[in-house]
T-cell receptor, first 115, second 113 residues
Framework: NAGVMQNPRHLVRRRGQEARLRCSPM?????VYWYRQLPEEGLKFMVY????????ESGMPKERFSAEFPKEGPSILRIQQVVRGDSAAYFCASSPPKGIGNTIYFGEGSWLTVV | QKEVEQDPGPLSVPEGAIVSLNCTYSNSAFQYFMWYRQYSRKGPELLMYTYSSGNKEDGRFTAQVDKSSKYISLFIRDSQPSDSATYLC?????????????FGAGTRLAVHP
């Protein structure tokens, strides 16, 4: 069974460029979460999506960040006009539909470096 | 006050020692508690998952929740060098029934031979 797949694993962007991070959930999982881990800090919730719906984006910065989970294809976390403070590890996680299990599985992360 | 507090360590122990990792939390309404292990430059891996108070054991790992004290613990028996990692406690928040997790800062553990 393939786990949660994230790509790219490492991404370097210059200030002002755009970063796109992709996440394919585990097979059978329809719920996707994005978390961010800043250096020397714990993971912080960003957004929770189901197919074609953003359910909770309370952890997303108000500007420059957006997320989607289209009907077909992976979930995308998009960061426009990146700044140095966006340098972090971005983790995607997935879980089965509600009621089947509460377990959440994380991918290996995408490490964004802004130079 | 942070919702979840965790001593970042580092914690260094000899192989075979019993390790105790702890977190405190502020909201008495929290019901679901998790421990994750994270190796360097890797994603968090779920170790233990408990609901409400009590103990749960899985091999060398025991998770304990004391809701009256708002205190959660992870014990590792017969620790091995391969246990060297960062351990994150996490609590599921919100009433939406989904996995909006609040994480502690993580405790870095080193088990030396």
């Amino acid at each position: 069974n393939a786990g949660v797949m994230q790509n790219p694993r490492h991404l370097v962007r210059r200030r002002g460029q755009e970063a796109r991070l992709r996440c394919s959930p585990m097979k059978g999982h329809s719920h996707v979460y994005w978390y961010r881990q800043l250096p020397e800090e714990g993971l912080k919730f960003m957004v929770y999506l189901q197919k074609e719906n953003i359910i909770d984006e309370s952890g997303m910065p108000k500007e420059r960040f957006s997320a989607e989970f289209p009907k077909e294809g992976p979930s995308i976390l998009r960061i426009q006009q990146v700044v140095r403070g966006d340098s972090a590890a971005y983790f995607c996680a997935s879980s089965p539909p509600k009621g089947i299990g509460n377990t959440i599985y994380f991918g290996e992360g995408s490490w964004l470096t802004v130079v | 006050q942070k919702e979840v507090e965790q001593d970042p360590g580092p914690l260094s122990v000899p192989e075979g020692a019993i390790v105790s990792l702890n977190c405190t939390y502020s909201n008495s309404a929290f019901q679901y508690f998790m421990w994750y292990r994270q190796y360097s430059r890797k994603g968090p891996e779920l170790l233990m998952y408990t609901y409400s108070s009590g103990n749960k054991e899985d091999g060398r790992f025991t998770a304990q929740v004391d809701k009256s004290s708002k205190y959660i613990s992870l014990f590792i028996r017969d620790s091995q060098p391969s246990d060297s990692a960062t351990y994150l406690c996490a609590i599921r928040s919100g009433d939406g029934g989904y996995n909006k997790l609040i994480f502690g800062a993580g405790t870095r553990l080193a088990v030396h031979p």
